[in-house]
């Protein structure tokens, strides 16, 4: 496993080989650096070593996020020791999360999604029809009352449309028809979906960019992309404390392995990847894996239907969407396949 000494200063004093190859740099380089320079901004690998050395004692998280851009993108679980001598030097020891982990959970939040296509169509078609009769009945018997009676037919067809919206909701699960895909500018998605927040549920967030401006265009669908990111900037919203609440967009360019993809039964490299990161709550363990399921929500009132939606979504464009959480830290990374050059100049033509 990779093992890192770090001084008092937070500087790399020792590495073993196995961190050589996990950071992909050799020992010389790697101890001219702190620690601040291999993990990423806001990481608690800081706080790890911060309560190691105040308790005296060895700490652990899982499924950390280590990924950057200079070192690739890496999940672990961290243990922070501390040394006795010298004062204030601490080892740390870093557990790989296997990819096969990471495949296994994206796939399992997919079919999820799929199982809810068949109840879709059934609700839809046996559903639907009697709401809206319900709905013309309590019309017509509103015509036949005095206006101070109005407020119970009033009530009828505000619960009939809202179980026609939830129904709606879920015909979009049964939807599995192919929908053209064009090149799209990830970030003209996020800019609206920033100013929808802010004009909205999200004025008193802070939003922090962070963006990639040589990012290729993504291979999608401007308004489906535009629904899933506003549905993950609105729970991170809904998670924020009341005070000091911020949400963090970012982009980058991440080469790496290749997945099945949803949409063409082909192999697709998935370099575009988008992040939302909030300091709410966090989601409690118990559910995290579980958060992409129909039904599962934190919210009070809540549907559960919208990460499940967002999952669905991100399968059809050939994508895979993770959810890594801590209290005042959690990452949803969405990675999507870039549109080739030969699309972009079809398009743009």
Do not use: W
Not at 103 to 112: E, H, N, S, T, V
Not at 138 to 154: C, F, R, W
Not at 190 to 197: E, F
């Amino acid at each position: 496993m990779p093992v890192i000494v770090v001084g008092p200063q937070l500087q790399i004093v020792f590495v073993n080989p196995a961190a050589e190859q996990f950071f992909s740099t050799g020992a010389g380089h790697l101890q001219k650096q702190t620690l601040k320079d291999l993990i990423p901004f806001g990481s608690p690998v800081l706080q790890l070593v911060g309560q190691a050395l105040e308790r005296r004692a060895s700490v652990n998280e899982r499924h950390v996020d280590l990924t950057t851009p200079r070192h690739g993108e890496h999940v672990a679980d961290v243990t922070v020791s501390p040394l006795i001598e010298p004062e204030g030097t601490v080892v740390i020891t870093l557990q790989e999360r296997s990819l096969a982990q990471r495949i296994d959970k994206q796939l399992i939040a997919r079919g999820a999604v799929r199982s809810m296509h068949g109840m879709a169509s059934v609700l839809a078609h046996e559903i639907k029809n009697p709401l809206a009769g319900i709905r013309g009945a309590a019309q017509l018997i509103e015509q036949q009352l005095a206006p101070d009676d109005h407020e119970l037919t009033q009530l009828i067809q505000a619960e009939t449309d809202r179980i026609r919206g939830l129904i709606d909701r879920f015909e979009s699960f049964g939807d599995t028809r192919s929908f053209p895909r064009a090149p799209v500018n990830i970030h003209e998605v996020l800019d609206r979906v920033r100013r929808v927040a802010e004009s909205s549920f999200g004025r008193n967030v802070k939003f922090i960019e962070s963006f990639d401006p040589s990012l290729p265009r993504v291979l999608g669908d401007h308004d489906q992309l535009i629904q899933v990111f506003l549905n993950l900037v609105r729970n991170a919203a809904d998670a924020l404390p009341e005070q000091g609440g911020e949400i963090t967009l970012t982009t980058g360019y991440r080469p790496g392995v290749k997945f099945g993809a949803a949409v063409a039964g082909e192999r697709v490299s998935l370099p575009l990847e988008v992040t939302v990161r909030d300091n709410g709550q966090g989601i409690p363990s118990d559910l995290m894996p579980y958060i992409f399921d129909p039904f599962v929500t934190t919210k009070r009132g809540g549907s559960g239907l919208g990460l499940a939606l967002v999952a669905k979504i991100i399968g059809d464009h050939g994508g895979v969407i993770e959810c890594d959480s801590v209290p005042r830290r959690t990452v949803f990374r969405i990675l999507l396949p870039k549109a080739s050059t030969g699309v972009e100049e079809t398009t743009n033509a």
